[in-house]
């Protein structure tokens, strides 16, 4: 679908470099505190969401007219229960695929978004994909087997001095294979669910994220993380001036990606409005690259040449995908018979805005166009680009 031709290059330039500093601040924010507080991922996730639910309650106070929440009740919440579980369980495998991989290579761990979602929008439609759509989940495939190749294929000078380093365990390619599966459910999740929610996102994006706050916060109890937190606090103040744990590195860390999270909520539903897939696309690529080399400077991450290989293979796939489906909705379509479900679901869905109106059309026309987001995570991820979530 083209860009609005009200769309100034100025304003398509704004966005793209909004979100993709959103995204970027995410993902390396999220890293440096998982690295500071591995033992409280948890927690971490679970003040994320809250930060954010406090933040759209902000958003609806100083723009009541712009901004409207949700009425909280039963019936909603069980309507919902399907897409906030899926999403929270995925967003727990992120974020532990994230604390257990260099930043580099978080891209190929859950590389297999973009395949595991074509195949489950293909069986929840039971539709064939075309064989472009095929082609392009094999390229991405071939990419992801690439990155996770064994470290005797790496050139001999990294091998000999860095092979802990580029050692990647076996449990955190499941954590980024989980990750992947659950995105890809819950891409096709979303648009079943939106009705539920007057067909807005915003109110998806409350339920979302205030729904998985209260799935998660037993999980934090259980595995014992607040107790943890009190013996990080008394490890310090028993250490003196040595400080064993970095308290301030997670409260500021879970304030900024609680806040980018948000963020990167209102950069999806910008990019929605004012680029086209097209521009997303080449966007995704550029942010992928300037990930890699974040990686490599801020965390001393090593780029390895069937790394880099692997990262450009899944972004020529995923550029690829994104190309043929462009191609694909371009067709005219044939005209289809008025349902009674299409009517009843349109009258039923209250009033909402051009951009929510557009989301629904992208949804129906590409099941999968927005997927290629690996970080983005919350509304955003949620839906603004799930591709999750892809990064």
């Known amino acids: 679908m083209p860009a609005p031709q009200s769309s100034t290059p100025a304003q398509v330039a704004g966005v793209v470099s909004f979100y993709m500093t959103a995204a970027l ?24 969401m809250i930060i954010a639910v406090v933040l759209l309650h902000l958003t609806a106070a100083l723009f009541p007219k712009r901004v409207d929440l949700p009425n909280l009740n039963m019936e909603a919440a069980k309507k919902l229960t399907p897409v906030v579980a899926v ?28 395949p595991m979602t074509i195949a489950a929008s293909s069986m929840s439609t039971r539709s064939t994909p075309s064989v472009r759509v095929l082609a392009a989940a094999g390229i991405v495939t071939m990419g992801f087997l690439l990155g996770i190749s064994p470290a005797s294929l790496m050139p001999s000078r990294f091998a000999s001095a860095n ?11 499941i954590y980024g294979l989980m990750s992947s ?10 648009k079943s669910s939106l009705p539920h ?12 994220n205030l729904g998985s706050a209260i799935f998660v916060a037993p999980f934090v109890v259980l595995k014992g993380e607040p107790w943890r937190v009190l013996d990080l606090l008394a490890s310090n103040a028993h250490n003196g001036a040595v400080d064993v744990w970095n308290v301030r590195v997670f409260v500021i860390g879970s304030l900024v990606t609680g806040t980018f999270g948000f963020l990167l909520c209102v950069a999806g539903l910008l990019s929605i409005k004012v680029t086209s897939p097209i521009t997303h696309m080449f966007s995704s690529a550029a942010r992928s690259v300037f990930q890699t080399l974040l990686g490599v400077s801020l965390f001393g991450d090593i780029l390895t040449i069937n790394r880099a290989t692997s990262i450009l293979v899944i972004l020529l796939g995923t550029m690829y995908y994104t190309w043929a489906k462009h191609v694909e909705s371009s067709k005219p379509a044939a005209p289809a018979l008025p349902m009674h479900s299409t009517s009843d679901s349109s009258s039923s869905s209250g009033r909402s805005s051009p951009v929510e109106r557009k989301l629904r059309v992208s949804m129906d026309s590409n099941d999968e166009e927005i997927l290629f987001d690996s970080e983005a995570r919350s509304p955003s991820k949620e839906y603004s680009r799930e591709k999750g979530r892809y990064d």
Do not use: E
């Open 25 to 48: 601040v995410m993902v390396f924010v999220n890293k440096a505190v998982l690295n500071s507080s591995p033992d409280l991922p948890l927690l971490f996730l679970f003040l994320q």
């Open 87 to 114: 999403n929270i369980i995925g967003l727990v495998f992120n974020t532990l695929c994230l604390r257990d991989v260099d930043a580099s290579f978080f891209q190929i761990a859950r590389g297999m978004v973009l």
């Open 163 to 173: 092979a802990q380093s580029t050692n990647v365990s076996f449990i955190s390619l």
């Open 181 to 190: 599966l659950f995105i890809a459910v819950h891409s096709v999740l979303i």
């Open 197 to 208: 929610c007057n067909g807005s996102t915003i109110h998806l994006a409350y339920w979302t």
